[in-house]
């Protein structure tokens, strides 16, 4: 059996250790007799699976006290819909960074709810770039402001959290939980599918201070009000029990890994140097701003784009897998999550070098 390098945006590898384990605890869970897929989620076994996947995930992003931590379906794509029935509680209006795709779809979302005042909006750069700080006027009426710290698909990054003053921040990580150190206490909620950095495809986190529960209007259906999950431990029904599990294996794996100021050292280094390859070739390059970088997402481009295929072809010869950019970008993306070892990214640049020297 050989591993490939998956350099997919998601759903993304996992590190092997945690595939590894799920493995051997497969058809006996901890003496249970049964896998964790086939156990009732109000049993004793499962309740301490999620407690501990629940535990792990606060020790590891240092949550504080007064936020809840939820473990909900319907992707970050539903957070688009739930973070507007919960949040306007009564207002109209809500401020929006539009930063590429996935904010575009979230803005649109949130016009079915209430009228939405773009703060920002990057479009005219491609969204290569996001917002210079200075420049965001937000309105202190606003019901909350909305953003995403990394857009995957261009791989373009906030590297500052905006100060929104009183008007709770609401962030789509979906592409960067995880990826570095971040101050949780800043924002009134972030939410994340798990598929890029957090585990399988299925389970979508929330973390959500406790003051912005409850005040969804009382005509929304009980599945999209936070108060239904946080006044069930996330078991108001049945909940994505393995995805759930196979998320606590991976905050666990963080943990032992030397938790997150580890987790970002190693991130750093591997967009770097990245990056560094790119820079230094006339054959690949990157359009977005380099102060505004994504760690996870890099996409390239070659020089001669007729060559797409051949090197898409001959990297995988090679087990680096799942390099075509995204439809609407062209070219090549490398998404390098936490479960992507230094050594993938290694493997990456040394291949580009090769295929410069033989094609460029
Ligand atoms: C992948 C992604 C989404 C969509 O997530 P789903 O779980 O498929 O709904 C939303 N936002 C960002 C930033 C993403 O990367």
């Excluded at 493995?23 to 501990?52: C, F, P, T």
């Excluded at 979906?174 to 990826?179: D, F, G, N, V, Y």
């Excluded at 078991?235 to 997150?260: C, E, H, R």
């Excluded at 820079?279 to 690949?284: E, L, Q």
Aim: proline share 4%; aromatic share 10%; glycine share 6%.
């Amino acid at each position: 059996m050989s591993r490939v390098y998956n350099f997919s945006a998601g759903p993304a590898a996992l590190p092997t250790e945690v595939l590894e384990q799920a493995q051997a605890e497969m058809l006996d869970w901890n003496g249970s007799g049964m896998s964790v897929m086939e156990m009732s989620h109000r049993g004793k076994d499962y309740m301490s699976i999620a407690a501990k996947a629940e535990a792990d995930l606060r020790e590891l992003m240092d949550v504080p006290d007064n936020y809840k931590v939820l473990f909900l379906q319907g992707g970050a794509s539903s957070q688009f819909a739930m973070v507007p029935i919960n949040l306007l509680n009564g207002k109209k209006s809500a401020d929006y960074l539009l930063t590429g795709q996935w904010s575009k779809k979230a803005v649109a979302e949130a016009r079915r709810f209430c009228n939405v005042n773009l703060v920002a909006d990057t479009t005219d750069s491609k969204f290569t770039t996001v917002p210079d700080e200075a420049s965001l006027k937000f309105d202190p009426d606003a019901a909350y402001v909305h953003y995403t710290p990394n857009e995957t698909i261009v791989g373009v990054e906030f590297d500052y959290i905006p100060d929104t003053g009183d008007v709770p921040l609401v962030a789509d990580m979906s592409s960067t939980i995880l990826s570095r150190k971040i101050d949780v206490s800043k924002f009134g909620i972030i939410y994340a599918g798990a598929q890029k950095n957090i585990g399988p495809a299925g389970l979508t986190i929330v973390i959500v201070r406790e003051d912005l529960i409850g005040n969804a209007d009382a005509s929304m259906p009980v599945m999209f009000d936070y108060k239904t999950f946080a006044d069930n431990d996330s078991m108001y029904n049945t909940p994505p029990t393995y995805s759930w599990y196979l998320a606590g294996l991976v905050f666990a794996w963080g943990l032992k890994k030397g938790g997150m100021s580890a987790i970002e050292a190693i991130n750093r280094r591997k967009a770097e140097k990245l990056y560094k390859a790119i820079d230094d070739s006339a054959f690949f390059s990157n359009p977005v701003d380099v102060q505004y970088r994504s760690w996870m997402n890099v996409p390239f481009i070659l020089a001669n784009a007729d060559l797409d295929a051949t090197f898409i072809e001959q990297a995988a010869a090679k087990g680096l897998v799942t390099l075509k950019g995204h439809r609407s970008v062209g070219g090549m993306r490398a998404s390098i999550y936490n479960a992507m070892p230094e050594e993938g990214v290694d493997a990456l640049i040394a291949f580009m070098q090769e295929f410069e020297r033989n094609h460029g």
